[in-house]
């Protein structure tokens, strides 16, 4: 084929430009979203950026250096500048530089007699002691105890560099192996954070504490009568996670489009550990929706699980808990008390529901607890605070991703139509956002009062569709919610209330549903195929894509997500940021530019030509 056709232009900037109307657009699309991300994506060209984070999950993955600059050289339109191949090679070649690994007996007794550490610890170390041998210690001495890991660089400049740097002084401490530092366990995570920082991603290769067994199936047939059938992707998520539970695995981060069965991987993977496992998740909704699943599909009695919410705090072999009540505390600068959960029963396995949401408070304790499987369950790790190397270095590593529009074209998730409808403020709004702050002008151009008419149009055309008018500002909310009769739920609604409300949703009672941003996460409302953004937090990427999420439950008919943007404001910028993922995943944005009703025709049109076909 003539080069001269191929999408990608590489340059030295590590910046990749890519043609999407090239022959082979879609297909390298797919092949770079292991190891690039996305920056820009407008009409025609799209930026990509390599970055290190993006190369070292990537690596983590098995996915090689080599195999990155194979993708570059196949789908390049010129020759991919040599400086380019060189950072990537080197790049991704410091993954595997620095070990983290047991520290053997006889090293930590030389350095407690070098006075490095006090003579009263108890020394186990994971993975070298037998259980008896762990326990005779503790019989024999009533101090608490600690354990040790050496971190190992590969060279001797490597482990100069370390040396060097003065935050890690306090942290690690030279040792007689050559090229390592004796550390305490308690500052694994930690040190991984810190190194993550300095460009250096740990290996590691310690080995993780089995927790308390639990005799845990999946059933073949679900309580409700229905056959349960795992999918294939679903399988090679969870063995990704699970290994063979050697040094290297039982941990690590699973990315899967939303409505692709995240919570049936985490199900998976408690079957193959089968042991006791805390699961922590968005909010009391979605513990509810683990709860029920897990009694639906595996043959663990429902008494042997325990929510731990603001409602009910009890803690039994599989506890299922959300992220507000483990950071609230009863003042800002004291201590968080129900991270005392993580300590409660040993457990073999924690998974993080949503993890690219893990608040900043939750990650000291994660640091902490690397002694336990996890893994961390997510549609996209984009965070708006720049935070996904923490989740790369304490939660573990992207093990496994697959592209949506891969699972859309098997059928595992409903296809999707993204349409932007841009409209105009009024006159007199637009002399009042000229002179107004940037945080007011985002509300201005937010609750432009014609939003509320095109929303109360949208729901007559297509009656068919069962639809979520989703925004950020409950006033807004509240407005629609009583012009189309139909109910609201917000952060104030009760939670009784508010699982009712999604059960008449999903029982068909409930047509047209308004809600808050308390349902852009962990929500499963099936049979939902249309959703109308009227406003949203700036120019969140995750929260754009968890929207659209919402609505690719697989169903027969064409889901469609509709974002209303008012024209000449800063709600232009912001949604084109917030379309930069999904413009990664192969989505593209249907301009119409709205003038009245009719506006809509084509679309409805379309859609009745569609359900034609389909009877």
């Not at 339109?77 to 983290?100: C, N, Y």
């Not at 074209?409 to 349409?419: F, L, M, S």
């Not at 690719?552 to 064409?558: A, F, G, N, V, Y």
């Amino acid at each position: 084929m003539n080069r001269m056709t191929n999408p990608l232009i590489v340059q030295s900037d590590r910046s990749i430009l890519m043609d999407v109307h090239a022959p082979l657009a879609d297909e390298c699309r797919n092949e770079l979203i292991p190891f690039a991300e996305l920056e820009r994506s407008p009409e025609h060209l799209h930026t990509y950026r390599l970055t290190p984070l993006s190369l070292w999950n990537s690596t983590s993955a098995g996915f090689t250096y080599q195999d990155a600059i194979n993708v570059l050289r196949k789908y390049s339109r010129f020759d991919v500048p040599q400086s380019v191949e060189v950072w990537i090679e080197e790049t991704a070649g410091r993954f595997g530089k620095l070990r983290m690994i047991p520290a053997p007996d006889e090293i930590v007794e030389i350095e407690k007699k070098a006075g490095h550490f006090a003579d009263d610890v108890v020394v186990i170390n994971p993975g070298t002691q037998s259980e008896e041998k762990a326990d005779e210690k503790k019989k024999k001495k009533n101090t608490g105890k600690e354990e040790f890991l050496l971190l190992v660089a590969e060279t001797k400049a490597i482990y100069k560099q370390i040396d060097a740097n003065v935050q890690l002084r306090k942290f690690l401490t030279p040792c007689q192996v050559e090229n390592a530092f004796i550390l305490l366990l308690t500052d694994r995570g930690t040190i991984k954070q810190k190194l993550i920082e300095l460009g250096w991603p740990v290996k590691d290769e310690v080995p993780l504490v089995d927790g308390e067994p639990l005799e845990i199936n999946l059933r073949q047939t679900t309580l409700c009568g229905n056959p349960f059938n795992i999918r294939n992707y679903q399988i090679e998520a969870a063995k990704s996670i699970v290994g063979d539970k050697g040094p290297g695995t039982g941990f690590g981060t699973v990315v899967l489009p939303c409505g692709a069965g995240k919570t049936i991987v985490g199900m998976t993977i408690l079957s193959m550990l089968k042991t006791s496992t805390l699961i922590i998740t968005t909010n009391i909704t979605s513990v509810h929706q683990w709860i029920d699943e897990l009694v639906d599909k595996t043959d663990i009695p429902r008494d042997m699980i325990a929510e731990y919410t603001g409602e009910s705090k009890t803690i039994k072999p599989i506890t299922v808990a959300t992220y507000q009540i483990l950071t609230w505390r009863p003042d800002k600068v004291g201590p968080y008390p129900h991270f005392s959960i993580f300590r409660e029963r040993p457990w073999g396995l924690i998974i993080y529901d949503e993890v690219h949401l893990l608040p900043a408070p939750v990650f000291r304790v994660v640091a902490e607890l690397q002694a336990v499987r996890r893994v961390g369950l997510t549609a996209t790790l984009v965070r708006e605070d720049n935070c996904q190397g923490y989740v790369f270095s304490l939660v573990g590593p992207k093990r496994y991703d697959v592209p949506w529009k891969e699972l859309e074209h098997t059928g595992w998730i409903a296809k999707a139509e993204c349409v932007e409808v841009r409209l105009d403020l009024s006159e007199e709004r637009e002399l009042e956002y000229a002179v107004a702050t940037a945080r007011e002008k985002h509300r201005l151009a937010s609750e432009n009062p014609v939003k509320v008419k095109i929303v109360s149009e949208l729901v007559e055309k297509f009656p068919e569709d069962k639809i979520l008018v989703i925004g950020q500002y409950l006033n807004q909310l509240q407005e629609i919610a009583e012009l189309l009769k139909v109910p609201i739920i917000t952060g104030k609604t009760q939670n009784s209330v508010r699982d009712q409300i999604y059960g008449d949703f999903k029982s068909g009672k409930v047509r047209v549903l308004v809600v808050s941003k308390v349902a852009n996460f962990a929500v499963d409302l099936p049979d939902a195929s249309m959703a109308i953004q009227i406003s949203g937090t700036f120019g969140s990427r995750q929260e754009e894509a968890q929207r659209l999420g919402r609505i690719l439950r697989p169903k027969e008919r064409t889901s469609r997500f509709f974002t209303l943007i008012t024209r000449n404001t800063v709600e232009e910028d912001f949604g084109s940021n917030r379309q930069k993922f999904l413009a990664e995943q192969g989505y593209t944005y249907r301009i119409i530019k709205y003038a009245d009703a009719s506006s809509f025709d084509q679309i409805q049109n379309e859609t009745a030509i569609c359900d034609d076909g389909d009877r």
